[in-house]
């Protein structure tokens, strides 16, 4: 199951036919779904240790579990009274701020993700309602003509943090693709969860207080619109639409999600980030309040909405609201007569047939008419056996199912509706361990011809490598291809050196690095000299050298140093120096800017691997299991002849 933020100012067969067909990223975001994949991470963790600390109260201590969590909190505001227990306040308020995210991430992969194909949508929305009709049809099944067949909706909601987070721990940070196809699917079902919420769970509705939430609704899009002032009022409207929802009598939470799938993605522009630089540097010229407020206001615009409520917001969804609603909801006092009637309830057996059995065959079955191409399918982005794992995730419930099980039950039928959850969640994860277990023992022939039936990856880099005109480090035809924007007065990308001459040592044949010209004009004054420098050492065959030590020098870019070094490398000087003094290698540093803009790039140093943009931290450990991952895909898609070496 293996697919392929940090500081900053051609191969062969199948992964060059992706490369020559890709369609350039020009769209980028600082945070991007390996962020938010690995914070999902941690978060499981957290979910797990809160579930295990509140089953651990409830039975130690039931009394003081239930007195705390039914504590009643009210919000009075002249004669208008909201008044919930703590536990509402933590499923219907905080949970909001979690689908928030959920939205944003979402709206983020529509935006600048795998998802920005809209073709690419379709299998995993139609895989979503599959898994959640399977699911419900087991569920109803198995509780046929029972009491607790109007329960069904506890039975058809993955988690998301449990099911990336097990999916990202089972395969060890790899198979990204997997995780993005997954995410769009935990997405769906989020969304259709909350409908199932509002339409099916919801006793009363009040048409003027859902006619004022969907008001202000619109009062949100339309702030898109307006000027610095949006911020706070997108938070009062957002806040307004939530009461709204609480008095219409429809799960509020359905807020969260909506604000931000309208919340727009979009990756810092050049133009933005040289307006923030002049803006900080006038501040600095002249240090007045005005100014401070113009340099932040200029920094905090060059970054989109979507990124900056993820920043904020993320860690706290995952590592402290959805482990808090753990410990609320998932805290049953659990006796010999308790788990004896589970285990015969068609209410715990029906949410464990559903979640274990239904829905990873619901996703399989759905996942393959969608791709078919009778119906005008697009190719699945990642292989069946791998599909398969990711649809053992999916069968891990907790959060919306406890949360629709808390409205559906009550007493009795809610323990064996929790412990039915539990039980599922704790199976998901054995389950996704096994798919791996079973991928790892299939041919790698086998695999090829899996790999060469799902759809292309998209290519992030606008202007694939040319031997005959790039720079190139390793052997030429090496399978991966590491390859960077630099500035050489960047501190970063001096700081990043070291590693990458380790990684090719480490690595060996399997590596090329590629190193391009990004000059910060606006940052860096020094550096459109230093890549013109390197160029005219490049004449006579030393780039590398020169690079070497222009990395290693950041400080020391002045014209008399750069002569100095020349010197040093034992250059002809006066070919040197005529060269700067006409500037001949200006137009060949400015054709690299102008495919770093092509695709996306705004900030030194930015790394790609084979193609696609490297999102995370540049340490030794971290590329080094990047470049493995990306050689033992182009090793497996490789035809047979080649991996043999004949």
């Not at 995210?101 to 920005?116: F, N, P, Y």
């Not at 500035?487 to 590693?499: L, M």
Request: hydrophobic share 50%.
């Amino acid at each position: 199951m293996t697919d392929t933020p940090a500081p900053q100012t051609s191969s062969r067969g199948r992964l060059r036919s992706a490369t020559a067909g890709g369609t350039a990223w020009t769209r980028n975001l600082a945070s991007p779904v390996r962020g938010f994949l690995h914070a999902e991470s941690g978060g499981a963790v957290a979910l797990v240790a809160a579930a295990a600390a509140a089953l651990l109260w409830a039975n130690i201590a039931p009394s003081s579990y239930a007195s705390v969590w039914d504590t009643q909190l009210a919000i009075s505001l002249g004669g208008h009274d909201l008044e919930l227990t703590l536990r509402d306040w933590v499923n219907e308020g905080l949970m909001t701020l979690f689908f928030l995210v959920v939205g944003l991430e979402a709206k983020r992969e529509l935006d600048l993700g795998e998802l920005r194909e809209r073709s690419r949508l379709a299998v995993p929305v139609v895989a979503a309602l599959g898994g959640m009709l399977a699911a419900t049809a087991l569920y109803l099944v198995i509780n046929l003509g029972g009491d607790a067949a109007h329960g069904w909706g506890a039975a058809v909601s993955t988690d998301t943090a449990l099911a990336l987070g097990t999916l990202a721990l089972v395969t060890r940070g790899r198979a990204i693709r997997l995780r993005v196809f997954l995410l769009t699917l935990v997405v769906i079902d989020d969304l259709v969860a909350l409908l199932i919420i509002a339409l099916a769970y919801t006793d009363h509705v009040s048409t003027s207080a859902l006619a004022i939430a969907v008001g202000l609704f619109g009062v949100l899009l339309a702030l898109r619109w307006a000027g610095s002032w949006r911020g706070p009022a997108a938070v009062l409207a957002g806040i307004g639409m939530w009461l709204a929802l609480e008095q219409s009598g429809i799960d509020p939470v359905i807020a969260g999600l909506a604000i931000g799938l309208v919340t727009s993605a979009y990756p810092p522009a050049r133009g933005d980030l040289e307006r923030s630089t002049e803006l900080a540097r006038s501040f600095r010229e002249q240090p007045t309040p005005e100014l401070a407020y113009s340099a932040r206001a200029g920094l905090v615009s060059a970054i989109s909405p979507n990124e900056r409520l993820q920043y904020r917001l993320h860690p706290w969804t995952s590592r402290v609201i959805v482990p808090l609603f753990a410990l609320a909801n998932a805290g049953i006092h659990i006796s010999g007569g308790v788990l004896s009637d589970a285990m015969t309830s068609p209410v715990t057996l029906g949410i464990l047939a559903a979640f274990v059995i239904g829905k990873p065959l619901g996703i399989m079955g759905a996942a393959w008419l969608a791709s078919r191409p009778v119906f005008g399918g697009a190719p699945l982005t990642v292989t069946y056996p791998a599909l398969a794992g990711g649809a053992a995730a999916a069968g891990a419930p907790f959060t919306v199912s406890i949360l629709i099980a808390t409205l559906a039950f009550d007493g009795a039928l809610l323990d064996q509706a929790k412990i039915g959850v539990l039980a599922a969640a704790v199976l998901a994860p054995v389950l996704v361990w096994l798919a791996t277990v079973v991928i790892r023992r299939i041919p790698d022939e086998r695999r090829a011809r899996q790999l060469g039936a799902t759809a292309d990856t998209i290519i992030d880099l606008a202007d694939d490598v040319d031997p005959e005109r790039d720079h190139i480090r390793g052997r030429v035809n090496a399978p991966v291809t590491l390859l960077e924007y630099g500035d050489f007065e960047c501190p970063y990308c001096g700081h990043a050196a070291p590693v990458i001459d380790k990684l090719l040592e480490h690595v060996g044949d399997e590596l090329r690095y590629v190193f391009r010209h990004l000059p910060l004009n606006d940052v860096h004054p020094n550096a459109q000299s230093a890549s013109e420098a390197a160029e005219a050492a490049g004449a006579q065959g030393r780039f590398w050298e020169m690079h070497d030590v222009l990395m290693r020098s950041p400080d020391k870019l002045s014209p008399l140093d750069l002569y100095r070094h020349a010197t040093a490398l034992g250059l002809d000087l006066d070919r040197f120096s005529d060269d700067m003094r006409r500037r001949r290698h200006a137009g060949r540093v400015a054709q690299d800017v102008q495919s770093a803009d092509a695709s996306g790039v705004s900030g030194t140093p930015t790394f790609f691997i084979n193609g696609r943009r490297h999102q995370g931290v540049y340490d030794m450990d971290t590329l080094t299991t990047a470049v493995k991952s990306a050689a033992g895909g182009a090793a497996v898609t490789a035809p047979a002849s080649v991996r043999s070496g004949a």
